[in-house]
């Protein structure tokens, strides 16, 4: 079974704090991706990787950076953060090999909340 | 710009009903998922379909995709209370995935 583990399930940052939302998965996957989850928009895409030192901006990149240093782990850097980055961020990989049909495989989530 | 629309947003049913699930998306695209979120967990892989006229059941569930008119559907056949979840069709756009906003499902007994 694929497995995608985001370090925290919950945070609580205030407003200005520099913030690491961590991901590792362990199927050699060489497509990673930062959502955010909010009631009524679903999800909307943040960032994504397709290679180690890769990185593409998604909808909403504002206010958010990732670093992709190796192929198992994809972080997810709130360089400030503010009130309105209040959210559940999900991460996710997939691949494009071996017939897998691109099927994205989420972590757990975690839940933010900036003060 | 795609964009990927879910109706009904919120759906309350009663056990051994049927209703469908709709997601409209507004460009080209040959490959449509299913997803399902339970409360306070993440999104599990449903369905994946990969062609225009594919259809794929499991159980109570059954997912079709029209590319011409860029529809997909998910049937409910006489639901349980065990469906009660949220459930997400995603349109894959060059190997990113654009997500519908969702549709809550309540299965009242």
């Known amino acids: 079974d694929v497995k995608v583990t985001q370090s925290s399930r919950y945070l609580v940052k205030r407003t200005g704090e520099k913030v690491f939302l961590e991901c590792v998965q362990d199927?050699?996957?060489?497509?990673m991706f930062w959502y955010r989850q909010d009631p009524g928009l679903g999800l909307r895409l943040i960032y994504f990787?397709?290679?180690?030192?890769?990185?593409e901006k998604g909808d909403i990149p504002e206010g958010y950076s990732v670093s992709r240093e190796k192929k198992e782990r994809f972080s997810l850097i709130l360089e400030s953060a503010s009130t309105n980055q209040t959210s559940m961020y999900l991460c996710?990989?997939?691949?494009?090999?071996?017939?897998?049909?691109?099927?994205?495989?989420f972590g757990a989530g975690t839940r933010l909340s900036v003060l | 710009e795609l964009k990927v629309e879910q109706n009904p947003l919120f759906l309350s049913m009663q056990e051994g009903k049927n209703y469908t699930i709709y997601c409209n998306y507004s460009?080209?695209?040959?490959?449509l998922y299913w997803y399902r979120q339970d409360p306070g967990k993440s999104l599990e892989s449903l369905f994946v379909?990969?062609?225009?006229?594919a259809v794929k059941q499991e159980g109570r569930l059954m997912a079709s995709l029209d590319t011409k008119a860029r529809l997909s559907t998910l049937h409910i056949t006489a639901a349980v209370h065990d469906l009660s979840a949220t459930y997400f069709c995603?349109?894959?756009?060059?190997?990113?995935?654009?997500f519908g906003t969702g549709t809550l499902l309540a299965v009242q007994p």
């Open positions: 379909l990969l062609s225009n006229g």
């Open positions: 990787s397709y290679d180690v030192k890769m990185k």
């Open positions: 996710a990989s997939s691949t494009l090999h071996h017939g897998a049909k691109n099927i994205q495989y």
């Open positions: 995603a349109v894959d756009l060059t190997s990113k995935l654009i």
């Open positions: 199927m050699d996957h060489e497509n």
């Open positions: 460009t080209t695209s040959d490959r």
